[in-house]
């Protein structure tokens, strides 16, 4: 079998259980610890998997000695559990949003240099099979040189927390993708507005140039309905355009010199005409096993917390766009 990493998960929400699941099913980790301040919520997870549950995360790393830790916590504490957990000298993989400012993630990753220790960003939306087929068809020439890429993520989102939460907080997501199939943007123009009711912005739409010389656009909710597709993306090139589906429902090819589309749909895809648990919640094991034999095997790390600064500067730039009514540069 291998090595094998013990492996702990601090923040016992759903994502938290998503994450637990995913240590506990993997074949070179072995989980050995839930943290969560509310007792009953690490015990409820702790319980599924026959591990020990702890309310103190110094306690915790101390006892359990986790060799890599999932970070499942509320964006806001990201930044002290993220400087705890290296500390203790544990490899890190942070959920989304990693933080909410640029300050914030350069210090995590200067700490973690310092530590020599792998820090991981959870953007499991590019560890889809669709999204990983997509790049396929891309680096196999297969769609040309990209033209553009148009996105949109909707979901329904009823909290208020802050004036540009429904930015920060889904669209980390978004602009990762875009990155992920087309490379960097170079410069955002943002608008964003909310329906009557809402206290701060929910909706967003942004046009953007890629260093590449594509153009894209992504357009955001928090009003929409979580009982239909949430997610679509469009790739177009000088050969053929890309349609992923829903994160994980399936991939379309419309090649330019073919009347006929080629459909891709994962094996192991549920069917479902609104997108399962199961298939959502593999796209989390897959960002986990690829961190894991970053770890165990030295293999370069997809999602860096580099990517994940480099999201949150797409978003900073889409706020000071918007405030300014400019064009932007990342």
């Not at 500390?87 to 200067?110: F, R, W, Y």
């Not at 500067?313 to 009514?325: K, L, N």
């Amino acid at each position: 079998m291998g090595a094998m990493l013990k492996a702990a998960v601090i923040g016992a929400g759903r994502m938290g259980g998503i994450h637990a699941n995913g240590y506990f099913r993997h074949p070179r980790a072995r989980l050995v610890g839930i943290c969560d301040v509310d007792g009953q919520r690490a015990q409820s997870v702790a319980s599924l998997t026959g591990v020990e549950s702890f309310t103190n995360l110094g306690q915790m790393l101390e006892t359990a000695r986790p060799d890599v830790v999932s970070i499942c916590t509320d964006a806001a504490h990201h930044l002290e559990t993220v400087l705890a957990a290296l500390e203790a000298g544990a490899h890190v993989l942070c959920e989304k949003p990693m933080s909410g400012n640029v300050a914030d993630i350069q210090t995590m990753i200067e700490a973690a240099a310092r530590k020599r220790l792998q820090l991981g960003a959870s953007f499991n939306h590019r560890f889809a099979r669709v999204a990983q087929k997509a790049r396929e068809y891309i680096d196999g020439g297969e769609v040309g040189e990209i033209c553009f890429v148009n996105m949109w993520l909707t979901i329904a989102v009823a909290a208020e927390v802050s004036e540009y939460f429904h930015l920060r907080s889904l669209h980390g997501h978004s602009f990762d993708m875009m990155r992920y199939l087309a490379g960097d943007i170079a410069k955002v123009h943002g608008f964003l507005s909310k329906p009557a009711g809402r206290t701060y912005y929910s909706n967003c739409a942004v046009g953007m140039t890629f260093k590449s010389g594509a153009v894209g656009t992504l357009i955001g909710s928090y009003d929409m309905s979580n009982l239909h597709p949430m997610e679509r993306v469009e790739v177009g090139g000088t050969k053929a355009r890309l349609v992923l589906e829903n994160v994980t429902a399936g991939l379309t090819c419309y090649r330019h010199n073919c009347e006929q589309a080629e459909v891709w749909i994962p094996s192991n895809y549920t069917r479902h005409v609104g997108q399962s648990e199961y298939d959502f919640n593999l796209t989390v094991e897959h960002r986990i096993d690829a961190f894991v034999r970053t770890i165990i095997d030295g293999a370069a790390d997809p999602a860096p917390a580099e990517h994940a600064l480099a999201a949150t500067r797409v978003i900073e730039a889409t706020i000071r766009s918007f405030e300014s009514g400019c064009v932007t540069d990342v």
